[in-house]
């Protein structure tokens, strides 16, 4: 049983490494940071103005608080995100989508999708690829169950 879980361990971090590596040569022609991106689609799938709290969006991709600054300050400077006083709580800061963040999040996010699809379907039938995404949901529901606890 356990050169079976490490066999796996070692195959799904190994996957991830190969998938990120393809991400980040589309996020390096986009002049995009990992974490830079992940703001970007973590404000996109809110609902319109596509607005979240830093704190918000750093606690969902698991930056620290000066780590987050330092992304948002680029984002702000690109024009791809704007930063207004939450009119809740007037202490705290909103970070919204631009139209131009908007754009770029979309077409960087469909790049992505486009080449991971692409090989998806060169290498596992249509089948497989959903048995896997099942399996992968329900390990990945499980370990943040856990971890949550």
Same mark, same amino acid.
């Given at each position: 049983m356990a050169?079976?879980?490490a066999g796996l361990v070692l195959h799904l971090a190994r996957t991830r490494d190969l998938l990120f590596a393809r991400s980040? =040569?589309?996020? #390096?022609?986009?002049?995009?940071a990992?974490?830079?991106f992940e703001a970007l689609l973590n404000l996109l799938k809110q609902p319109e103005p596509h607005q979240l709290t830093p704190g918000a969006i750093a606690s969902a991709i698991g930056l620290s608080s000066g780590g987050m600054t330092k992304a948002l300050n680029k984002l702000v400077e690109r024009g791809l995100i704007s930063r207004a006083i =939450?009119?809740? #709580?007037r202490r705290s800061r909103l970070v919204r989508l631009t139209p131009e963040?908007?754009?770029l999040a979309e077409a960087t996010l469909q790049t992505i999708i486009q080449r991971h699809g692409t090989i998806m379907a060169d290498i596992l039938?249509?089948?497989?690829?959903?048995?896997?995404t099942a399996l992968l949901e329900k390990l990945l529901?499980?370990?943040e169950s856990a971890e949550s606890r």
């Open positions: 050169f079976e879980a980040r =040569s589309v996020l #390096d022609v986009q002049g995009l990992p974490a830079e =939450s009119p809740a #709580d963040g908007i754009a039938s249509a089948e497989e690829r959903q048995q896997l529901g499980s370990l």
